[in-house]
Structures are given as C-alpha cells and as structure tokens.
C-alpha cells in the first residue's frame, strides 16, 4: 500500500488485529489498548473476531470501549474500533479452559486476517495467543503461527523476540528437545543467520548489526566431550557467515552469556532452540517483548506471551506487550519503506552540462548501477 493519501499526506495505517483463544485474554487486551482514545488516532485498527464474543468478553472485564462492525477493511475507519465478524456461529466463552470451539473460533479470524493481509487490504497483522492444540483440532498442521504463516504466505520465516534490551532470534522454533539436534544444521543456521542480518538491517535500520551465536551443548560441547555439534556444524556455519563479511561471534555458551551480560554487547543473538533464547528474554523483560515475524512479505507481530489461562476473565491481564507489540508493527512497516525509499537509484546515469574534447557530454556512472 502507498503510505500517503490522494492529497498527498501520511495516511493511517491498517492494522489487523486476531482474537485469539477465546477463553483466554486476547479480548482482554484489546479492550484495555484501546481505553486509550488516543490508540486509535494512530491508526485504523481492524480486529478479527465475532462481536457476540467481543461484547461476552467486554462485560466481563467491565470495560466501556465501543466498537462498530464492518464488513471490510476498506469500510474501516479512524478514531474507532472496527470488528469484522469471521464467523456466525455461536461459541461458549469457558474462561481458562482450552477447547475445540475456542479453536475453531481462534483459527476462522487468523485465516481471515491472513488472507486480507495477502491481498493488500491490511498493512500489517497483530496476533493475540492462541492455543496450539485447541487449533489444531480445526487445522491438523497448525504448529504455530511463524509455521502457519510460511504455509500461507511463502518465504523463511524467522522468530525474533524483542524489546530495548535485546533481540533474540531462533535456528529452531516449536520442536520437541528431542528433535533439536538433527534439526541443527549448517544450512540451517546460515539461513536463519542471513535472514536475522538482513532484518536487522531493513526492518530495524541497523547499518552494521553485529550477531552473537549461541551453542547447542553445555560449555560450548567442552571440546567435543558433550557433544560434536559445536565443532562439527555452528563453528564451520560462523566462518562460512565470516567470509561473507556478516559481523558473527561465538559460539558462546547460553548461560555465561546471559549471566555476564554478553547480550548488551550485540545487536542480534542467535539462539539454537525455543527455551534457550526465550527464558532468558522473558526473565530479563519487563512485560514489553515483542514477537516478530522476519523473512516475510507481510509484517506480523505478537505480545511475547500467551493465552494466560489462569488469569483470563478476570481483568488483570497486562495489555504492555500487546500494544508494543502494535507500535513495533508499524514502526517496521515505515522503517521497511524508508529503507526501500532510499535505496531507489531514480538517476541511474548523471550528466553534466559541462562539454569537453569534441563537444562529447562528460558522462559518470554511479557505483551502484548495473546494467
């Protein structure tokens, strides 16, 4: 989409906002996002969902915002909170339990919302939790929503978790730690590293980001006495990243790293599976970490945590990660346009007027321009 209007000026963004698991908080946090007015003055936001259970859940926790149902996101407007309704069907609201209709419910605005997103009708996407195995009773494949994201959208997706203290991305995302050492390649490792660099750079504006790789085994595999995946597989995909002049370091053991505080010396940390980079993360966050969705077309992002169950319903929920997790979405989708912007070449070839031996034109080609 075009970032200004007919008249020339910054328009509004579009943003898609899913449910989530309806027993859980996604509601919750929506409604106390947008309790400040000023929310929606920012942007055009669209939430995906039903209003039967929007106003269930809005009683629930005694909120007073108002929304208006639209059937598009082209009838959404400013200074309000536009619902499409994904489903007709009714769905019992059983706060903290997980369920087949809360799947059900969870996965019909998720499709949706995707598929706007696909067709240009959203800028960018802010999904609330989900259950995975609520959901999957509805879509068997349903891992995840990085997973379900590179199905319906192509691409090498790449988890980054993030706030102001750090950045953390993952070789690996939803697997068993039974599957994570097979699942460590080289191959693998190289494109999760050139995917995080390349985002660091264009979606974070970072000129020279300088990555941090952890390893696998304890004490760095001790010299191949915990292990070979050290010395076999991260230490030769490291060099490899080296000799593409990619600022990599490590491996470094996880817990030292973290403990000594390593990680404020980096913009990026590349973490070799889900808990070793997210438990460190969220103990160091202060309820403001962002999941974002890198390697894809579209821009997706989420609150770093999930359903909150043993919370849901009773209006305590912390909605900080969730509207980080709006303000980043937008802040990437301008900063993926600046850079795009600035990299344009408009005057491939520059002329002087300037005349020289036989009248010939002085003509320079810029460094940058290719045939």
């Known amino acids: 989409m075009d970032q200004n209007n007919k008249n ?25 996002t947008f309790a400040n007015p000023l929310m929606a003055e920012l942007f055009i936001p669209v939430v995906y969902g039903s209003a039967k259970l929007a106003t269930y859940h809005r009683k629930a926790v005694e909120s007073e915002v108002n929304f208006q149902i639209v059937a598009s996101p082209s009838e959404a407007e400013p200074n309000r909170v536009n619902l499409i309704n994904c489903f007709d069907e009714e769905v019992k609201v059983d706060f903290g339990k997980p369920s087949a209709e809360a799947g059900k419910a969870a996965f019909s605005a998720l499709s949706r919302a995707v598929e706007d997103c696909k067709n240009g009708k959203l800028d960018v996407l802010v999904t609330a939790p989900v259950n995975k195995a609520n959901v999957q009773s509805v879509e068997s494949s349903f891992v995840g929503h990085t997973e379900y994201l590179q199905k319906q959208v192509g691409g090498e997706p790449l988890m980054i978790l993030f706030n102001q203290l750090m950045r953390v991305a993952l070789v690996t995302t939803h697997l068993p730690i039974s599957k994570v050492a097979e699942a460590i390649t080289e191959e693998r490792i190289l494109e999760k590293a050139r995917t995080f660099y390349h985002s660091l750079r264009h979606d974070f504006l970072l000129s020279a980001p300088r990555l941090a790789v952890l390893s696998l085994n304890p004490h760095c595999g001790d010299d191949g006495l915990l292990g070979t995946e050290e010395k076999e597989v991260i230490c030769p995909a490291i060099e490899k990243l080296k000799e593409e ?3 990599v370091y490590g491996p470094y053991s996880a817990d030292g790293f973290f403990a000594q505080g390593l990680y404020k010396n980096f913009d990026g940390i590349l973490a070799m599976y889900h808990d070793q980079g997210l438990v460190p993360f969220k103990a160091l966050s202060d309820n403001d970490g962002v999941n974002f969705t890198a390697g894809l077309e579209i821009i997706r992002t989420s609150p770093d945590h999930g359903t909150a169950y043993d919370i849901a319903g009773k209006g305590v929920a912390d909605e900080n990660s969730f509207r980080q997790a709006i303000f980043a979405a937008i802040d990437i989708y301008h900063q993926r346009h600046f850079d795009k912007e600035s990299n344009v070449n408009p005057l491939p070839k520059l002329y002087h007027d300037r005349r020289e031996e036989g009248d010939r034109q002085r003509h320079f080609t810029l460094p940058f321009e290719t045939e």
């Not at 898609?16 to 027993?23: E, L, P, Q, S, V």
């Open 245 to 247: 002049e990619i600022p």
């Open 8 to 32: 020339g000026e910054k328009r509004l963004l579009r943003v898609g906002i899913t449910h989530g698991d309806t027993n859980g908080i996604g509601y919750e946090l929506i409604f106390k």
